[in-house]
C-alpha cells in the first residue's frame, strides 16, 4: 500500500455537517416501537465479551435513542458460522431465520450475495462517511465496482512471532541475528540448524531435533507467497486460479521441506498452543492474536517464563514484501427498511472512533477508521499497554510492528470471485495434507538411520510437488472452478 494514514480533514467535518443540516432526516425507525437486530458472530473468550460489551452500550444509549436493540449471539468457529449463514439464506429445513446483521468474509459474502439476501450498505453511507474509513480495509468490502456489501469492523494482518528466550540462547551459539529471519529462505535455514543443534543436545538419541517454525494459516503462505513472488494464485480480476510452476515450486519445497524433516512443525489446534508447549520458538500468526502468544512454557512440569518478539512477515528472495491484510468485516441482510436502517445505525456506531478504538485495543486488531490512529485515546491506550502486564506488552509490541506493516508495507487481500473461498480451502488442506504425508515418510526413514540427503532425496520432492499440483487441479475440475497453469 506504501502509503500512510492521515487523519480525517476538517474539510470532511464540515461536508459531513453541511450535509446533516442541509438535509432533513428520513428514518423508518420509531423510538416508541424498538425493532430488533440479530447479530451473529465467530467471536469466543475475551473477544467475545469484548463485542458483547460494547453492544450493551449500544443498546442502552444510540439504540435507545433511535429505537434499535441489537441481540449478538455466538455461532462457533468461522467455519460454523458461514455454515449457519448459508442455511438460513438458502431456507434449509430447521435452519435458523436470516440474522439481520453477521460477521462476512468476501469469499462468503459473494455467495449470500448471489441468492439476493445483502443490502447494499451504500443506500445507509454518505460518500463523506465512507471517506472516514481506512481506503484499503472499505475496499475488501466493495464489489462490482460500487456495491458495498461489507463494511470494516477490525483488520488485521500477519507477523512473525518469536520465542525470544529461545531464539536468543540458539542465535548466540549459533553466531546468528535477527536478519535471518526476514526472508523465507532465511527462516528455513536458521530451523534447519535450530534443529540439528537441539538433536546435538541429546547425543544419546538420533533424531530427535526441535522444530522451530510453524504457520497458522497455510492457505495466507501459499498466496502472500506467489504475491510476493508476482503471481495472484487467486486472480479474481479474471476469475480464475494461476498455478505458476516455478513459485508454487519454492512454496511448496519450502513448507514441505521443512515440515517433513521436522524444521517445521504443527502440533496443537493454534501455533500458540505450540509455543507454550515448547514444541516450537516461532510462528506467523494473525496481528490479533499476540494476546494468545504465552508468556511461559512447560519445561519438565515446570513453567519458565519466556520472553517475547515480534518481526514483519518474512519475504521470499527477490520478491515484494506483501503481507496479508485480513478480517472479516459485517454484512446487512435484505430484510425491511427499518431493520436494514438499525443494522446501519449500530454499525456506524460500532465502527466509529470511540466504540472502534476501544474494542479494537481490547482484542488485538486494527481500528478502521483513519482518524483512529491520530486519536489520543488510541495513543494513550498504547502506553497502557506498554506499561501493563506481560501480555498486554506482547500486544503493544504486535501494534508497533502491524501497524508499521499495514501503513508502511505492500499489504494484499486476494479479490474474490465465485469459488474462491473453496480455492482457500484446497490449498490449506492439500499442502498440509502432503507435509504431514512427508513428515510421517521422513521419520520412519530417520528411524532407520537415513542422513538428511537420503531422506531428502527419498522424499522426492519433485515427484511430490507434482502430486500437490495433480490435486490441486484434480479439485478444482471437480468444482468447476477455471484454472492455468504457465
Not at 102 to 113: E, G, M, N, R
Not at 219 to 243: M, S, T
Not at 350 to 356: K, L, M, P
Amino acid at each position: 500500500m506504501k502509503r500512510k494514514i492521515k487523519l480525517a480533514g476538517l474539510v470532511l467535518s464540515i461536508l459531513l455537517l453541511l450535509t446533516a443540516c442541509s438535509t432533513a432526516e428520513k428514518t423508518a425507525l420509531d423510538p416508541k416501537n424498538p425493532v430488533s437486530i440479530t447479530l451473529w458472530h465467530y467471536y469466543v473468550g475475551d473477544n467475545k465479551i469484548a463485542l458483547e460489551t460494547a453492544v450493551d452500550a449500544f443498546n442502552k444509549s444510540v439504540g435507545s435513542e433511535k429505537g434499535v436493540v441489537v441481540n449478538a449471539m455466538a455461532k462457533g468457529s468461522v467455519t460454523e458460522l458461514e455454515k449457519a449463514v448459508t442455511d438460513a439464506a438458502k431456507g434449509v429445513v430447521n435452519a435458523e431465520p436470516m440474522p439481520e446483521l453477521f460477521s462476512c468474509y468476501p469469499d462468503k459474502a459473494l455467495d449470500i450475495d448471489e441468492l439476493g439476501k445483502l443490502c447494499d450498505l451504500n443506500d445507509y453511507f454518505s460518500e463523506a462517511e465512507q471517506a472516514l474509513y481506512v481506503e484499503e480495509f472499505l475496499n475488501d468490502g466493495q464489489f462490482d465496482g460500487e456495491r458495498l456489501l461489507i463494511l470494516p469492523i477490525v483488520k488485521s494482518t500477519e507477523l512473525l512471532y518469536v520465542n525470544e528466550t529461545a531464539w536468543n540462547e540458539f542465535a548466540a551459539a549459533n553466531g546468528l541475528d535477527a536478519t535471518k529471519l526476514s526472508t523465507w529462505e532465511g527462516v528455513y535455514a536458521a530451523a534447519q540448524a535450530y534443529y540439528k543443534w537441539t538433536d546435538a543436545q541429546t547425543p544419546e538419541t538420533s533424531g530427535d531435533g526441535k522444530s522451530l517454525m510453524g504457520v497458522d494459516s497455510v492457505a495466507n503462505y501459499v498466496i502472500i507467497g506467489n504475491k510476493q513472488l508476482g503471481v495472484e494464485v487467486i486472480d479474481g480480476q479474471n476469475q480464475q486460479v494461476v498455478l505458476n510452476r516455478a513459485v508454487m515450486k519454492k512454496i511448496f519445497d519450502t513448507y514441505y521441506g521443512g515440515i517433513s524433516l521436522g524444521y517445521f512443525n504443527a502440533v496443537g489446534k493454534f501455533r500458540s498452543d505450540d509455543i507454550k508447549a515448547g514444541d516450537l520458538a516461532a510462528y506467523v500468526g494473525s496481528s490479533s492474536g499476540a494476546a494468545y502468544f504465552p508468556t511461559w512454557i512447560e519445561k519438565d512440569n515446570t513453567q519458565l517464563p519466556i520472553d517475547f518478539w515480534a518481526l514483519s512477515y518474512p519475504v521470499f528472495e527477490g520478491g515484494s514484501p506483501y503481507a496479508i491484510q485480513q478480517g472479516a468485516g459485517m454484512s446487512v441482510a435484505n430484510s425491511t427498511p427499518e431493520k436494514q436502517e438499525g443494522a446501519a445505525v449500530f454499525l456506524k456506531w460500532f465502527t466509529a472512533e470511540a466504540q472502534n478504538i476501544e474494542f479494537a485495543m481490547t482484542t488485538g486488531y486494527l481500528p478502521v477508521q483513519t482518524g483512529a490512529y491520530e486519536n489520543a485515546e488510541f495513543k494513550a491506550s498504547l502506553e497502557d499497554l506498554r506499561a501493563g502486564e506481560a501480555a498486554e506488552k506482547n500486544v503493544a509490541a504486535v501494534y508497533d510492528i502491524a501497524l508499521n506493516q499495514i501503513m508502511e508495507r505492500d499489504t494484499y487481500a486476494s479479490l474474490p470471485f465465485k469459488g474462491s473461498y473453496e480455492v482457500r480451502s484446497t490449498l490449506e488442506k492439500s499442502l498440509t495434507a502432503m507435509g504431514q504425508s512427508g513428515r510421517q515418510n521422513a521419520t520412519a526413514l530417520k528411524e532407520q538411520g537415513r542422513s538428511e540427503a537420503e531422506i531428502l532425496a527419498s522424499l522426492e520432492l519433485n515427484a511430490r510437488f507434482e502430486e500437490w499440483l495433480t490435486a490441486i487441479r484434480s479439485q478444482l475440475d471437480k468444482s468447476g472452478i477455471p484454472y492455468i497453469e504457465n
